[in-house]
């Protein structure tokens, strides 16, 4: 288990240099606050690289003020970075864009609208005909699971449904990358696994690219191909962990334990 890029050569630092061919390629992305009154401007995050190839799956981790949060607003196009860039397919990220399916903790759904009509609802701008909206939607609908709530709001649904209503939604345009920050994080750990085998079965389903934001390094570990481990103050990378582990994975695995181990004795936890 060692730091490496998506060519087997490692990074600086543990970093993965982007590629031309990533689907999605942070370059040197820093960030800085300005400071309040008589405090000092802030570096938030520093010189981070690495790069996530076209149908990968792969996990953000690390330490409590190490930027997660912060690099994941600057990848969905929310927040500016102060420097460097992030490409998407190739093309900078300004802003955000219907190319990324953007999926957070709170599932920011609208209480109005049926399940059919939030799962929808990114379409009605595009320049589908009805039909197709309409044919998009039930095929998002049958890959969660959800065909039968179409009708529901979201008042009635479990947070695990929720979550997946939320997930059908930013799939349902079609986007290059699903980007998700801490997705299963408001559910019970049991809702939290069967999410968990969902997504992969979804992420199989499609070949979508996933880069996917989490403190849980179990998760982590059963979810990626490869995990990147920040380090905090500022952020940065401090290494890339390539997860060599046939799927699904099994938790009470010697290999996976190891996995778990390291990253964590990566990011300063205790295993």
């Known amino acids: 288990m060692a730091g490496v890029n998506g060519d087997g050569a490692a990074g600086r630092d543990g970093e993965t240099p982007p590629t031309a061919a990533a689907s999605v390629a942070l370059d040197g992305v820093g960030k800085t606050y300005p400071g309040d009154g008589e405090g000092g401007s ?15 799956f792969v996990c953000l981790v690390g330490p409590s ?18 420097d460097g860039r992030v490409l998407l397919d190739g093309t900078e990220v300004t802003g955000p864009t219907t190319d990324m399916g953007v999926v957070f903790q709170e599932y920011h759904l609208f209480p109005w609208l049926t399940v059919e009509e939030n799962v929808g609802f990114g379409l009605e701008r595009s320049d589908r005909s009805a039909a197709e909206r309409e ?3 039930d095929e998002m609908l049958d890959l969660v699971g959800l065909t039968e709530f179409r009708g529901a ?21 079609d986007p290059d990358l699903l980007l998700m920050d801490e997705p299963f994080g408001a559910v019970d750990a049991q809702t939290r696994e069967m999410l968990q085998r969902e997504l992969l079965d979804v992420w199989e389903s499609t070949g979508k690219t996933v880069l996917f934001v989490t403190h849980d390094v179990a998760e982590a570990v059963t979810l990626a191909d490869r995990v990147v481990v920040m380090a905090a103050e500022p952020g940065r990378v401090r290494e890339v962990v390539d997860v060599d582990v046939e799927r699904p994975r099994d938790r009470g695995d010697a290999a996976f334990a190891e996995y778990v181990g390291r990253v964590r004795e990566l990011i300063g936890a205790h295993p």
Do not use: H, N
């Open 153 to 173: 709001y979201p008042k009635s649904l479990s947070g695990g449904m929720k979550q997946r209503v939320a997930i059908a939604r930013s799939l349902a345009v």
């Open 42 to 56: 802030v570096r938030a995050l520093d010189d981070v690289s690495f790069s996530v190839a076209d149908g990968e």
């Open 65 to 82: 003020g190490c930027g997660k949060t912060t690099l994941f607003r600057v990848v969905a196009g929310l927040t500016e970075a102060t």
């Open 135 to 137: 044919a998009r939607v």
